[in-house]
């Protein structure tokens, strides 16, 4: 569903799964890019409507790569046809559709899963694994950032920059995926301290964040996420007791780009080495995580970015926002379906998350 950019990974990570799945249709409004990537997919059919596709096809996977404030609806349909859905990210506009997309799974499946594919390349899950079995000692602090350079000519796009179309600025479209990341790593958080602001772009939305966050581990992080940054960079960097872990990037990484730098004390060649060669090498990618989709659904369980794990990230875009409005600290969890921030990434309230900003370059 939704045939643009986004969906060239999609249908590149199916051509690599060729002998478990066989695209067989594609749904968009715009007949001329629909007509153009089902000539990239072989035997891919078009249709306009998804309804429409769902009852003449019946297929079993559907991958949703259209805006976000659509993500509710077609999941809903997709699951209700007895389809699996593999959605985008951000997985939609807030807390209480997730919930609504979770509501219209059935036990064993279907089920849906979102694209966060940062977790998936074998760098991370390496990276995961010491974290884990406490090879590089206890994380102590940690930095995730993702600053982004984006003109004035990318938001002329119609649902982009815009809280009930994009749901929110760099830190629910661009920047979830390395915070997903960095919870990946780092595990549950408790609290988290935020501040947002709209300091380039002429949008609805924040165009920067920044954010203080501690982890039930005891680690304390902070949080960049902007698009108005012309160096661009994606980081993690995580200090333990016995190593520092970075990974530098932009939009995808390899083995490579992980560095690990023992800290003094550690004095074994070994276990340096250990750290620094995972057993397999594998990019993030879509491809990499369809094979998990793929496995979870071959035995009717859930998979790996949905229900409760899909929802986190989510989860802490929505504190960010609250701490950001509220000028306060928020806790993992408190954020109920009573809560405004439930219903609405800005808590009912948007001017609350630019005001400073817009104060200050008056």
Not at 14 to 22: C, I, L, N, P
Not at 114 to 121: A, K, L
Not at 178 to 188: A, F, I, K, V, W
Not at 220 to 244: G, K, W
Request: charged share 20%; proline share 6%.
């Amino acid at each position: 569903m939704g045939t643009g950019a986004i969906a060239a990974s999609h249908l590149a990570a199916f051509r690599a799964f060729s002998d478990q799945v066989e695209p067989v249709a594609a749904v968009d409004l715009d007949a001329s890019r629909l007509d153009a990537f089902c000539a990239q997919g072989g035997q891919v059919r078009g249709y306009t409507d998804l309804h429409t596709m769902l009852a003449a096809e019946r297929p079993e996977l559907v991958s949703i790569c259209t805006p976000p404030a659509l993500h509710v609806d077609q999941a809903v349909a997709v699951l209700r046809s007895g389809a699996w859905v593999w959605c985008e990210k951000p997985p939609c506009l807030s807390l209480a559709g997730y919930d609504e997309i979770v509501d219209a799974e059935s036990e064993g499946g279907p089920y849906a899963s979102f694209v966060f594919q940062q977790r998936f390349g074998s760098a991370a899950q390496h990276a995961r694994q010491l974290l884990a079995s406490k090879e590089l000692g206890t994380p102590l602090t940690a930095h995730c950032q993702t600053t982004w350079y984006r003109d004035s000519d990318y938001f002329t796009v119609p649902w982009r920059g815009k809280w009930e179309t994009e749901g929110g600025g760099p830190t629910m479209g661009h920047g979830i995926h390395q915070m997903d990341l960095m919870l990946h790593l780092l595990g549950p958080w408790t609290e988290v301290r935020a501040m947002t602001g709209r300091l380039v772009h002429d949008v609805q939305t924040e165009d920067v964040s920044t954010a203080l966050v501690r982890f039930a581990s005891g680690a304390m992080a902070t949080v960049v996420n902007s698009v108005l940054s012309p160096d661009e960079v994606s980081r993690i960097r995580l200090d333990c007791s016995d190593a520092t872990v970075e990974l530098t990037h932009l939009y995808g990484y390899g083995n490579e780009d992980w560095v690990y730098t023992p800290a003094p004390h550690v004095k074994d060649p070994v276990r340096i080495e250990r750290w620094r060669t995972p057993a397999e090498s594998e990019p993030s990618s879509h491809t990499a995580m369809l094979r998990h989709l793929l496995a979870a659904m071959s035995v009717g369980e859930r998979p790996v970015c949905s229900g409760a794990d899909g929802r986190a990230a989510l989860e802490f875009v929505a504190a960010m926002y609250k701490s950001a409005a509220t000028d306060r600290p928020v806790h993992s969890g408190e954020i109920g379906s009573e809560d405004p921030f439930y219903a609405l990434m800005h808590g009912g309230a948007p001017e609350r998350l630019v005001a400073l900003a817009e104060e200050v370059e008056a």
